[in-house]
């Protein structure tokens, strides 16, 4: 089985993963703060991961026949990405006519491309060994997915709750291969957070509440993908410009010096961040259908693109950018949309120009 291993690691790697592990599927030791965080509500209004907090802790019940899931990990930072790339994103949060968008949701959809690679490499393993019980998952709700990775060795789970490794920080995707084989087990990494609370101090709105605790209520990566309905105004300021996503704490974090760039070329960005505020809440809904297709942003849809520019928008006249005049007539073209939702958040932002004179 250790040759068969080997092997993976060969076509894993073939495949443009950067790293695998094998986890045994005994995930005990992960229920008390599942069912902590749960009880604490900070999943939001998640509710698929309450539905599925028994199966997540159960590989085999999830996929009957399982003994060992297969962990992978693929870098996403563009193949272009510059050298100074943390502090160039630092900076682009000041820019407040221009928006942020995770660096994660820049170029194709993940969940495809990753999703693609493991159904690859599960038949090319079939091919070796001979029919393979297995089932493949990426950022799937059943799936403790930076558990598997810590338990495995892909990482430690840092205290912003990410998978985080030595040798290439924290900027990578995570998929697995639930299989009927017996494969060894890899050991895990060890930590390296230290004293280190740097992701906890940055988060703009205080959404790691306790180191390895995140209440995704507050948190802007849930808010602006996640969250379905209206954004609570106390958070709308703190989301400054970031208007799918936000990578503060992984921006900060000093592993992240070693992030390296992806090997896969659909995470090529696609540069809708290149284009102005302005120009993004102008697109129709077929323009946002056609531009984002085959992007994770298209999940979103876009009443609730519309939903985080126009937050966007109103921080950028409260700042009193010299393009206040064009901000304000983005809006009110929106300020009597159709969506109920994009109406009060258009009423939001045009308010925050008063709000900063008054
Ligand atoms: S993604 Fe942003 S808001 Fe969420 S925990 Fe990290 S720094 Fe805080
Ligand atoms: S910023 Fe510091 S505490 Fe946070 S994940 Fe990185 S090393 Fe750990």
Redesign the pocket.
Known sequence: MGQLWQQVVQLAHELGFDACGVADVDLKGAREPLLAWLSDGFHGDMSYMERHAALRLEPAELVPGTVRVLTFRANYLPADTAANWRDASFAALDDATSPVISWYARGRDYHKVMRARLQSLARRIEAIAGPLGFRVFTDSAPVLEVELAARSGLGWRGK?TLALSRDAGSMFFLGEIFVNLPFPVTPPQSEHCGRCTRCID????Q??VAPYR?DARR???YLTIEHQGAIPVEFRRAIGNRIYG?D??QLICPWNKFAKRAVIADFASRDIEAQSLVELFAWSEEEFRVRTAGSAIARIGHARWLRNIAIALGNALAAHSAADHAVARALKARSDHANAMVREHVGWALAQAHAFAS
């Open positions: 912003h940055v988060c703009p709105t959404a790691i995140v948190c802007i990566s936000c503060d704490c």
